[in-house]
C-alpha cells in the first residue's frame, strides 16, 4: 500500500508544481505533461506505472461492492440487496432493468480500460530500462502483460468482445470491437506469455504471480467451454506444488489467514490509509447488530436468500459462516432465514469475512480472493465432466472440497449423465463460492443465468441480458463502437 501512496503524493506534487508555476499567465508552462520513456527509464518508474495498473484493475472497497455484488451476485439466485441508499441502485441489477446509461457498468468499463492504458505505457517503453537484470526486465513485462489480459477478462466476462488496444504510442480514437475469436486468442497468449515468465513468488502482495496467471487462464478456458485446456491449466497449477485447501473453511477469509495456500491470486486491503480496505461487512451486519465501537453497519444490508441457505446440509461447516439468527442491540431475538411459521425472509447475513477487530471505520484488512485453489479442484472436474461424463478423477477432486467442508463423499451412482453431474457441480460452486462474486459467471456457463430469474419471477429477463450493455458514454464518443444486441 506504501506505492499507492507514493503515486498519490507523486500526482498532489505535480498539481502543486502546476499552481506555483503560474506566475505569469501568458508564459504558462506545461508541467503535467511527461515523456512515458523516461518515466519508465528506472526501476522506480516501471514499479509506479504497475501500481497505478494494479490500483486501476484491482476489485477493493466500492469497486469490490458494485462489481462483485451489484454485477454479479444480485443478478443472480443467490443474493439481495435490502433498504439503505444502495437499494435504488441494487434494485436495477435484480430486476434486470439496467441499461447502456447505467453509471456502475460504465464505470467498470472505463476502469480496466485505464488498467490496460498504464500497462500499455509500460510494455511500450520497458525496453528503455537499462539499469534491470534481463530477469526483472521479464517479470515486470510480464505483470504488466498479466493486468491488460486480466483487465480484458473482466471485460469479456461482462461485456463480451471489445475494442483491443494493445498499445499507448499511436491510439486509434475510434476502434471498433475486436471479434469474438481474437479477443478470446489475446487473452489466452497474453496470460500465458505473463505465466511463463512470471515467479511462483509474487514479489510483493496482490502482485501477479506464475500460479495467479495460470489461474486466470484455467478460469477463463472454463468460462469459455475450453475443457481440455482448462484440465491442462489446471494440472499445471497442481504440478507447482504450492497451493492446498485451507483447513478450516470457516477461517480461510480472516485477517489473519490473509496471507494462505489456497489463495492463487488475491486484492490486498488495509485498515488504513482510509480507502484500500474490504468494505463488504459493513453491508452485511445485520440491522441493529452489537458491532465493536471501531466497526461500521451500514443501512444497506446483503443478504443470502432463504433457499440458498436451506439447500446446505445442517452438517456442512460452510453454514458456520451464514448468520441466520441474532439477538440486537435491544436484547430481541431477529430471526434472519425463516420466520417463525418457516416462511421465507431471505435476509441472512454471510460472515465469510470475519470480522476484523482491527478495523478502521468501513474499512477491514481481509483479503479479497479472485483465484482459490478450491475453484481449481471444481473446475478441473468440471473439465473432466464435460469431456468425459462423470469419472473418477471428477468424484475425487469434487469430493476434496466437501470433506474440507465436513461433508461425506458423493455416490457416483447417483450420477450417469454429464448433465446431472454439471447441475451437481453447480450446486457445490454454490456452497463453496457465495459472496464470491462467481455467480453470475457460474450460472451464465451452465446456461441457467436467464431461466433462473424468470423463475424468481423476473419476467422481464431476456436471453441478451447475458451481457451488459456498452455504456452509452463510450458509443456517443465512439461512431465505430457498436452496441451489444438487445439494448
Not at 434486470?96 to 490496460?116: G, P, V
Not at 530500462?129 to 505483470?143: D, F, I, N, P, W
Not at 462467481?438 to 451452465?446: A, E, G
Request: aromatic share 12%.
Amino acid at each position: 500500500m506504501k506505492q499507492y501512496k507514493n503515486i498519490l503524493c507523486i500526482f498532489g506534487l505535480l498539481t502543486i508544481i502546476i499552481i506555483s508555476g503560474c506566475k505569469k499567465f501568458l508564459q504558462e508552462k506545461i508541467y503535467t505533461q511527461y515523456n512515458p520513456s523516461t518515466f519508465t527509464s528506472t526501476e522506480s518508474g516501471v514499479q509506479l506505472i504497475l501500481t497505478g495498473a494494479y490500483s486501476e484493475e484491482t476489485m477493493i472497497e466500492y469497486n469490490m461492492r458494485d462489481y462483485f455484488y451489484l454485477m454479479n451476485e444480485f443478478t443472480t439466485d443467490e443474493m439481495n440487496d435490502a433498504n439503505g441508499g444502495l437499494y435504488a441502485s441494487a434494485q436495477l441489477f435484480m430486476q434486470f432493468k439496467w441499461d447502456a446509461t447505467n453509471s456502475t457498468t460504465s464505470a467498470q468499463y472505463s476502469r480496466m480500460y485505464t488498467a490496460i492504458r498504464d500497462a500499455n505505457v509500460l510494455l511500450d517503453n520497458i525496453k528503455n530500462v537499462t539499469t534491470l537484470s534481463t530477469t526483472k526486465l521479464a517479470q515486470y513485462t510480464a505483470e504488466a502483460r498479466f493486468i491488460r489480459a486480466e483487465a480484458y477478462t473482466v471485460l469479456y466476462y461482462t461485456f463480451g468482445a471489445t475494442p483491443l488496444i494493445t498499445t499507448a504510442q499511436s491510439i486509434n480514437l475510434q476502434p471498433t470491437r475486436a471479434s469474438d475469436d481474437s479477443m478470446k486468442q489475446f487473452i489466452v497468449t497474453e496470460l500465458t506469455a505473463a505465466a511463463a515468465d512470471l515467479p511462483v513468488t509474487p514479489r510483493a502482495y496482490g502482485t501477479a504471480s506464475k500460479g495467479a496467471a495460470l489461474g486466470v487462464l484455467c478460469k477463463f478456458y472454463l468460462n469459455t467451454k475450453q475443457w481440455q485446456n482448462c484440465s491442462d491449466v489446471a494440472d499445471q497449477i497442481v504440478n507447482l506444488n504450492t497451493y492446498s485447501l485451507f483447513p478450516d473453511i470457516t477461517r480461510l477469509c480472516a485477517v489473519q489467514n490473509n496471507h494462505n495456500s489456497e489463495y492463487l491470486y488475491y486484492y490486498p486491503c488495509v485498515t488504513s490509509p482510509a480507502g484500500y480496505g474490504n468494505i463488504i461487512m459493513a453491508h452485511s451486519f445485520p440491522l441493529n447488530y452489537p458491532i465493536l465501537s471501531n466497526w461500521v453497519n451500514f443501512g444497506t444490508k446483503f443478504h443470502i436468500l432463504t433457499p440458498v441457505v436451506n439447500s446446505f446440509s445442517p452438517n456442512d461447516r460452510r453454514l458456520l459462516m451464514i448468520d441466520t439468527i441474532y439477538k440486537n442491540l435491544s436484547g430481541q431475538t431477529v430471526r434472519l432465514n425463516t420466520d417463525a411459521q418457516g416462511n421465507p425472509l431471505n435476509m441472512s447475513a454471510s460472515f465469510k469475512f470475519v470480522p476484523d477487530s482491527s478495523s478502521l471505520g468501513v474499512d477491514m484488512g481481509n483479503y479479497v480472493p479472485m483465484v482459490r485453489y478450491a475453484d481449481i479442484l471444481l473446475s478441473k472436474a468440471e473439465a473432466l465432466n464435460n469431456l468425459n461424463g462423470p469419472n473418477s478423477t471428477a468424484f475425487d477432486l469434487i469430493n476434496a472440497v466437501r470433506n474440507r467442508a465436513g461433508l461425506p463423499n458423493l455416490d457416483p451412482s447417483q450420477y450417469t449423465t454429464t448433465q446431472e453431474l454439471n447441475d451437481e457441480l453447480l450446486q457445490e460452486r454454490q456452497w463453496e463460492f457465495y459472496g464470491e462474486g462467481l455467480r453470475r459467471q457460474d450460472l451464465i456457463r451452465m446456461g441457467k443465468f436467464i431461466s433462473s430469474a424468470q423463475a424468481r419471477g423476473i419476467t422481464n429477463a431476456q436471453d441478451y441480458q447475458v451481457l451488459f450493455p456498452i455504456p452509452q458514454t463510450e458509443l456517443q464518443s465512439n461512431p465505430n463502437l457498436k452496441q451489444n444486441p438487445g439494448y
